[in-house]
């Protein structure tokens, strides 16, 4: 049930417009605490669990029935409800949902010629995993410096309102253009085990395409063309991660002779490190460019 949305009549608990005896259009849902609506878009920070409002608490007029992503219903406290998700398509499609092998439409013309930077979202630029999104400091600049200087993407394995939520919350001047989120279309496990971003499902020059990840399964088999930083869990303790990647994004985007994997061979800002990918039991290992940081330097002394 969204607002706006055609229904048949079944029962007077919604406000609704009279069309013909049977059918009507969806208004509101009188009495729906916080001023939620039918139909808007919720996000439960507690959980990280996106949904639907579909109606008010049935004992508690402190909450509201929220249907969740994975189907099932439950009553939301209103007052855990981290985001509201409103007008959230103010960027180009997100994802191609078709049998088309691509993830995402053809480059627009205004990105062409540009490198192409995909960020992970969970760990790698923000955590969210116990309440309150913590972002690491520094995000909102590095994107406002890509700006019409690269193309930006993100790519997380979280569920698709909660991507865009974080996504717009984090980038307020709309600097990302694509959004990949959860889906089956390449949330899969390889023969390994290993659930991997495949840089060349987005459709984009390769020798230009960056990942920015915190995960080595993910970076699995695009070593040339990624790069790994340290877990990010909200810690308030200083972390240079950012700013250190700001500066050699800068410097990516400044170059215009280098394909990426040329500049991170060449970088003073990574090294290059065997990291484990998969299940412990797989004994698998990968090459990775790993972002260099203040911590990193001093763990090495």
């Keep these: ?22 059918a ?8 729906i605490p916080g001023g ?28 509201v029935l929220v249907k969740f992503e994975n189907g099932d219903e439950d009553e939301v406290d209103i007052n855990g409800i981290e985001l509201t998700i409103t007008k959230l398509r103010q960027r180009a499609p997100t994802m191609v949902w078709s049998d088309n092998e691509k993830l995402i439409p053809p480059q627009q013309p205004q990105h062409q010629g540009l490198p192409v930077i995909v960020f992970d979202l969970d760990e790698t630029l923000i955590y969210a995993r116990e309440g309150p999104l913590h972002a ?14 690269a193309e930006v993407i993100v790519w997380t394995a979280g569920m698709r309102c909660y991507a865009q939520a974080v996504v717009k919350l984090i980038d307020p001047d709309g600097v990302v253009s694509h959004c990949i989120y959860r889906h089956p279309k390449w949330h899969k496990s390889t023969a390994n085990n290993i659930i991997k971003k495949d840089l060349s499902s987005l459709g984009r020059p390769l020798e230009h395409t960056l990942l920015v990840e915190n995960t080595s399964d993910s970076i699995y088999e695009n070593e040339h063309n990624s790069i790994l930083l340290s877990d990010y869990t909200g810690s308030e303790q200083s972390d240079d991660t950012i700013p250190k990647l700001f500066k050699l994004l800068r410097d990516l985007v400044n170059t215009t002779s ?11 800002l990574v090294r290059l490190s065997e990291v484990p990918v998969g299940p412990p039991s ?20």
Excluded: Y
């Design 24 to 31: 009507g259009i969806v208004l509101r849902e009188p009495g």
């Design 1 to 22: 049930i969204t607002e706006g949305g055609w229904v048949k009549k079944s029962s007077t608990n919604h406000s609704w417009k009279p069309m013909g005896t049977e």
């Design 36 to 63: 939620f609506k039918v139909g808007q878009q919720v996000l439960e920070g507690s959980n990280n669990r996106c949904g639907l409002v579909i109606g008010k608490g049935i004992n508690n007029d402190n909450k």
């Design 282 to 301: 797989s004994n698998l290992k990968t090459w990775a460019h790993i972002l260099i940081t203040d911590t990193d330097e001093s763990s090495q002394q």
């Design 258 to 268: 280098k394909t990426v994997p040329s500049f991170l061979s060449s970088s003073q």
């Design 136 to 149: 690491r400091s520094g995000v909102r600049e590095m994107f406002s410096m890509l700006k019409d200087k």
